[in-house]
């Protein structure tokens, strides 16, 4: 029960930190948008791809610290707590700001390989992603989480940011979905950057616990 309750939990803020739209989102949609529907689906499971990879490098990483350093537990989860809140609060003060998804280059007619590739890459070499997988996995794991729950992660990391992102592509590649969202961007990324901000406060006091 404590492995599907610690899962639910990394999930929940996962997708919290997901739906809110940044440069992942605005790939898939415009790929969806400017080249076709399929092209979009397959730019969406590299996502999903590029993600599952940076849950396990994350997984690792901070399996691999706490075995040199047991005392890092307590002082990640410090960081973790300032950094969500600084993260909440960017998002909530740039929910205002339009998201663009139009962009004068054209898009080529790419095979949906390359497509894929370009979306997972996309995904690992965002810096920002990177951090959101450390930070959250070191305040939500356990100090010596199961081997179900380290086996659960990856795939199912996989599944949330797939689904997701194939949701925008087959969506968003159709106008009037596409205007729906984009008219609710505000109040997405307000919800997101508040949910974000109590997580880290939370954090925060446990950490000093």
């Known amino acids: 029960m404590e492995t599907f309750t610690t ?3 990394i999930l929940a803020v996962l997708f919290i930190g ?3 739209p940044g440069p992942s989102f605005v790939l898939v949609a415009r790929t969806a948008i400017g080249s076709s529907r399929q092209a979009g689906v397959a730019s969406a499971l590299g996502m999903a791809a ?3 990879l940076l849950s396990v490098v994350a997984l690792l990483g901070l399996h691999a610290l706490l075995q040199q350093v047991p005392w890092a537990y307590w002082g990640l989860k410090l960081v973790g707590g300032v950094y969500l809140l600084y993260l909440g609060f960017k998002i909530w003060q740039g929910a205002k700001t ?11 007619k790419a095979g949906g390989l390359r497509h894929f590739l370009v979306g997972a890459g996309t995904m690992v070499s ?9 930070v959250i996995f070191a305040a939500l794991l356990p100090h010596t989480p199961s081997l ?6 990856p795939p199912s990391v996989f599944v949330l940011e797939g689904s997701w992102y194939v949701l925008v592509a087959l969506a968003l590649s159709s106008a009037r979905p596409r205007q729906t969202y984009l008219r609710a961007k ?3 990324d307000r919800t997101t950057g508040a ?15």
């Open 18 to 20: 997901v739906i809110s």
């Open 50 to 52: 590029g993600a599952c």
């Open 195 to 209: 949910v974000l901000g109590l997580l880290g406060t939370k954090l925060l006091l446990s950490s000093s616990q």
């Open 148 to 153: 179900a729950l380290s086996l659960a992660l």
């Open 126 to 134: 965002n810096p920002k992603a990177a951090v959101v997988y450390g």
């Open 98 to 108: 339009p998201l663009v998804l139009a962009d004068t280059s054209p898009l080529t």
């Open 7 to 9: 899962l639910a939990s």
């Open 186 to 188: 505000t109040a997405i």
